[in-house]
């Protein structure tokens, strides 16, 4: 009896240390995009953050991949994810940021497609991201990046058409603010280089820790569903 009650205080420690370092690195992530919205900065450092930030995402999976192979246990993988999302977290989203309040400086190559055409594939794309977000949160009790780790795997609604809705609805979102800007250039920012990274860091990164995490479940679910492009359900 008191072994067990020990054991449930160090369980309960443990998650309101959890919950305490997730706060703060939540509120740090906070305080780097509101920083990355405001600032005045010059072209060639708006350059690397947006060219250099994404092209740092694939050292940081693959160490991160390197760490997690080395530490195979429940809470030292959660530790692990929490911090590569987190750093991915300030990476895309400053890059993203800079990216998006810049873009007029992009403009060079005109996209010949009517913006309003753009502004609307923005407006669905961005209520599908929203829809993935909810998905998760209901049936994998999770959120985005690393606010909260999934305690279930999803498999259900968007996520049994696709294994990542949520990747496909951002490329998506960003595409489409691509084409209402009327900017090739940021297009092709995504295309070749923004989808790269986040593809590899699913592929390198978060498939292993799922596989981890949710075992046999998760690799009848791979085996069943697309990566990416979705495809009717099974059955």
């Known amino acids: 009896m008191l072994g067990g009650s020990a054991k449930?205080?160090?369980?309960?420690?443990?998650?309101?240390?959890?919950?305490?370092?997730?706060?703060?690195?939540?509120?740090?992530?906070?305080?780097?995009?509101?920083?990355?919205?405001?600032?005045?900065?010059?072209?060639?450092?708006?350059?690397?953050?947006?060219?250099g930030g994404v092209l740092l995402v694939f050292p940081l999976v693959w160490l991160g991949r390197k760490i997690l192979d080395r530490h195979l246990t429940t809470s030292g993988a959660a530790w692990i994810t929490t911090f590569v999302q987190f750093a991915l977290g300030n990476l895309f989203g400053v890059a993203i940021i800079?990216?998006?309040?810049?873009?007029?400086?992009?403009?060079?190559?005109?996209?010949?497609?009517?913006?309003?055409?753009?502004?609307l594939l923005a407006?669905?794309?961005?209520?599908?991201?929203?829809?993935?977000?909810?998905?998760?949160?209901?049936?994998?009790?999770?959120?985005?990046?690393?606010?909260?780790?999934?305690?279930?795997?999803?498999?259900?609604?968007?996520?049994?058409?696709?294994?990542?809705?949520?990747?496909?609805?951002?490329?998506?979102?960003?595409?489409?603010?691509?084409?209402?800007?009327?900017?090739?250039?940021?297009?092709?920012?995504?295309?070749?280089?923004?989808a790269p990274a986040l593809l590899v860091f699913v592929k390198v990164y978060e498939e292993r820790e799922l596989e981890f995490r949710f075992g046999a479940s998760y690799l009848e679910y791979k085996s069943r569903t697309p990566m990416l492009f979705p495809r009717r359900p099974r059955g």
């Open 8 to 51: 449930s205080k160090d369980g309960a420690r443990r998650q309101v240390i959890e919950f305490l370092v997730r706060v703060a690195l939540l509120a740090f992530i906070w305080f780097i995009w509101w920083w990355a919205l405001s600032a005045q900065l010059s072209n060639v450092i708006n350059l690397s953050i947006i060219v």
């Open 98 to 119: 800079r990216a998006v309040t810049t873009h007029q400086n992009w403009s060079d190559w005109v996209l010949p497609v009517p913006a309003e055409i753009g502004l």
């Open 123 to 194: 407006i669905i794309t961005g209520a599908a991201f929203l829809l993935t977000v909810v998905n998760l949160a209901l049936k994998g009790f999770g959120a985005p990046f690393f606010i909260a780790l999934s305690r279930k795997l999803a498999a259900d609604w968007l996520y049994a058409w696709t294994r990542n809705p949520m990747v496909l609805a951002i490329l998506a979102f960003l595409l489409s603010l691509g084409i209402w800007f009327q900017s090739v250039l940021f297009v092709l920012w995504v295309l070749i280089l923004f």
